[in-house]
C-alpha cells in the first residue's frame, strides 16, 4: 500500500506540471497561423491538448501528504522529462511521418537542449516544427526551475531540499515562488535583448526569433541545414559568442545584479573560471588549428575562440568541421564540452561549480594528509569557511556525480561500439557521446538519421541522463527496482 501511495504522489506531481506547461506549448500554434500551416494545426495542437488531459487525469490523484521524500520529487523530475520528450515528439511525427524512435530523438534533443537532430531537411520543414523545436529548448532551458516551483506550490518541498547552493546549507533565495517569478523575467529580458542584437546584424525578425530562443538556452538549434555558416555574416559569429556566454552564465547572478543594482560580474568565482577556462581553450584550439591544420591565423582565431565558447557554454553552434581536425585537438574540445558552464545557468556539463569544488577537495584531502590527525584543516570556499562534516559530505557528492558521468560515458561508447562497429573512429564516437551527456550537439560527424537504431537509443538515453545530471535516473531506477521503501 505504502508503495502505491508513492507512485500516486509521484503522479499527482507530474499532473501538476503537466497543467502547468500545457498552455506553453500552445505557443507555436501561433506560428501555424501567421504562416498558415493550417495542415500542422491538428499535430502542434495534439501537444497541449495531451499535457492537460493528462495533467487533469494526474493531478486528482491522492498523494501522501505525511512525508515528502527528496527521493520523489527526483523521480517526478526524471519522469517528467522523458515524458516531455515524448509527448514534444508526436508532431515530428504527424508532421513530417517519422518514426518513434527519430521523433521521440528530436524531443527529447529539444527539451535537454541538446543541438543533434534527426530531420532530414530543416530548410524544407515546416515552419511550425522548425519554431517548436527552438521553443522546445527554450522553455527547456529554464525547465528545472519551473519544476521545482511547481513541485513546492504543490508538495512542500521547498528551497531547503532542492533549490540550494551546492556548497551550503542555507536558502539560495528568500521565497522560492517570487524568485521563480523574477527568474522568468530576467531569462525573457535576456531573450529579448539577444533578438534585437541579432536583428542588428541584419537577418530577419524570423531567424533573430529562433536564433535567440536557442542562444540563451544554450541550445543550439538552428533552422537552416547549413547552422551558423548558412548566414555567411561574421557579425553574427562574434555577436553570438557574448550571447552564449550570457546563456551559461548563472541566473543568480542576475537576479543579485538586479537586486543589488550594481554590476559584480566577476564576484562570482564561477564566472572568473569560465573566462580563464575560454581564454585557455582558445589559446589551444588557435595553436593546434595553425599548427596542425595549417590554418590562416585569423581564421584560426575566430573558430578557436568560437568553438570555445560554443563548448564550453554547451550550445552546440558550429563554424567548424571537426572531421578535419586532429584527435588530440578533438580530445581538448570534449574536455570543455565535459566541464560545461556555470551551475544555475541552462548549460549542460558537470559545471564549473563541481570543478571548483572537486579541486579544493583534492588539495583538501592531500593537506591532511601530512599533518597530525589532531589538526584540523578548515576548508574554504568563496572565502567562507565550511564546517568538515558539510564539506565532506558535499565534495563526496560532487565526486559521486562526476564519477557516474564519466561511467554513464564510458558504458554508453561501449555498446555503441560492440552493436555498430563502423569506420568512425572511437574518438568521434565518444566525442559525440560526451557532447550528448552535456547536452551540448556539436558533433564530430558519428550523429546522423542514418545511424543504428540502437545507438539512436543510446544517444536519447545519455541526453536524459546527462541533462537531469545523472542523480534522479539513477533514484528513478533504485525506487523501481527496490520499491519506495
Request: net charge neutral; proline share 3%.
Amino acid at each position: 500500500m505504502h508503495r502505491l501511495e508513492y507512485i500516486s504522489t509521484i503522479a499527482a506531481d507530474l499532473g501538476d506540471i503537466f497543467f502547468f506547461i500545457a498552455p506553453l506549448t500552445a505557443v507555436p500554434l501561433v506560428v501555424t497561423v501567421l504562416f498558415s500551416e493550417w495542415y500542422m494545426f491538428l499535430p502542434m495542437a495534439a501537444v497541449p491538448v495531451i499535457f492537460f488531459l493528462l495533467g487533469l487525469a494526474l493531478k486528482h490523484l491522492p498523494r501522501n501528504e505525511r512525508e515528502n521524500r527528496l527521493s520523489t520529487a527526483l523521480c517526478s523530475v526524471a519522469l517528467f522529462w522523458f515524458a516531455c520528450a515524448m509527448v514534444c515528439g508526436i508532431p515530428f511525427m504527424l508532421g513530417l511521418h517519422m518514426s518513434f524512435t527519430d521523433a521521440l530523438f528530436e524531443g527529447m534533443a529539444g527539451w535537454t537542449g541538446t543541438a543533434f537532430t534527426m530531420m532530414q531537411s530543416l530548410d524544407t520543414a515546416p515552419y511550425t516544427l522548425l519554431f517548436w523545436r527552438s521553443f522546445m529548448q527554450w522553455i527547456g532551458g529554464i525547465g528545472i526551475i519551473a519544476f521545482v516551483i511547481a513541485l513546492a506550490s504543490s508538495t512542500g518541498l521547498f528551497q531547503g531540499k532542492l533549490y540550494r547552493t551546492e556548497s551550503r546549507e542555507e536558502p539560495l533565495m528568500p521565497s522560492i515562488i517570487s524568485t521563480g517569478r523574477r527568474i522568468w523575467k530576467i531569462y525573457g529580458l535576456l531573450t529579448f535583448i539577444a533578438i534585437g542584437l541579432i536583428l542588428f546584424t541584419g537577418l530577419s525578425l524570423w531567424d533573430s526569433v529562433n536564433l535567440a530562443l536557442t542562444t540563451i538556452s544554450t541550445g543550439g538549434f538552428t533552422i537552416h541545414d547549413g547552422g551558423i555558416l548558412a548566414y555567411q555574416n561574421i557579425l553574427l559569429e562574434l555577436l553570438l559568442i557574448p550571447l552564449m556566454i550570457a546563456g551559461a552564465l548563472p541566473l543568480r547572478l542576475y537576479y543579485l545584479i538586479a537586486e543589488n543594482r550594481r554590476w559584480s560580474l566577476f564576484g562570482d568565482e564561477q564566472v572568473k573560471l569560465f573566462f580563464v577556462v575560454v581564454a585557455i581553450g582558445t589559446a589551444v584550439l588557435t595553436y593546434d588549428l595553425v599548427y596542425f591544420g595549417n590554418t590562416d591565423i585569423v581564421l584560426a582565431l575566430e573558430q578557436g575562440l568560437f568553438m570555445a565558447v560554443s563548448a564550453l557554454t554547451t550550445t552546440g553552434f558550429q563554424i567548424a568541421n571537426l572531421q578535419t581536425w586532429e584527435s588530440v585537438t578533438l580530445l581538448f574540445l570534449l574536455m570543455l564540452v565535459f566541464i560545461g558552464g556555470a551551475a544555475g545557468s541552462s548549460s549542460g556539463g558537470i559545471k564549473l561549480k563541481r570543478v571548483v569544488l572537486g579541486f579544493r577537495a583534492l588539495i583538501w584531502w592531500f593537506r591532511r594528509l601530512f599533518v597530525s590527525g589532531k589538526v584540523l584543516i578548515p576548508f574554504k570556499s568563496e572565502g567562507r569557511v565550511i564546517p568538515r562534516a558539510t564539506a565532506e559530505l558535499e565534495t563526496a557528492k560532487t565526486m559521486l556525480v562526476i564519477i557516474l558521468s564519466v561511467i554513464v560515458i564510458f558504458v554508453a561508447t561501449i555498446v555503441v561500439m560492440q552493436f555498430h562497429l563502423t569506420t568512425y573512429p572511437i574518438t568521434d564516437v565518444l566525442f559525440d557521446i560526451t557532447s550528448a551527456f552535456s547536452t551540448c550537439g556539436i558533433s564530430s560527424g558519428y550523429v546522423s538519421a542514418d545511424m543504428p537504431f540502437v545507438s539512436k537509443w543510446v544517444f536519447i538515453v545519455v541526453m536524459w541522463v546527462g541533462r537531469l545530471e545523472v542523480i534522479p535516473v539513477v533514484v528513478l531506477f533504485m525506487a523501481l527496482f527496490r520499491g519506495s521503501d
